[in-house]
């Protein structure tokens, strides 16, 4: 999964993510911290910092799977922009 799924999956559910998960994941993916940064920032080790990240990820794809929230507003979009090219010819 590339930066930019993640972060479509992380605009989507990151409110089910834990306090300290959304903080991370915040830092890293929307402000472009580097993982021994938010360690720093955090207090915590590189890879503490790491495996938060590999594990948000995973969860998030699972949230994904069982919901398929994003993949609805994905078609969502879609279907809406499909509309305004048709009302605009």
């Given at each position: 999964m590339d930066k930019f799924s993640f972060i479509g999956l992380w605009d989507v559910y990151s409110?089910?993510?834990?306090?300290?998960?959304?903080?991370?994941?915040?830092?890293?993916?929307?402000?472009?911290?580097?993982?021994?940064?938010?360690?720093?920032?955090?207090?915590?080790?590189?890879?503490?910092?790491?495996?938060?990240?590999?594990?948000?990820?995973?969860?998030?794809?699972e949230y994904e799977e069982k919901l398929h929230f994003l993949k609805r507003m994905r078609k969502l979009t879609e279907e809406v922009e499909n509309l305004k090219k048709l009302l605009n010819n």
């Open positions: 409110g089910l993510l834990t306090e300290t998960q959304q903080e991370i994941t915040d830092m890293y993916f929307n402000l472009d911290l580097t993982v021994s940064e938010i360690a720093k920032v955090k207090g915590v080790s590189r890879q503490a910092v790491s495996e938060c990240l590999k594990g948000c990820k995973i969860q998030l794809e």
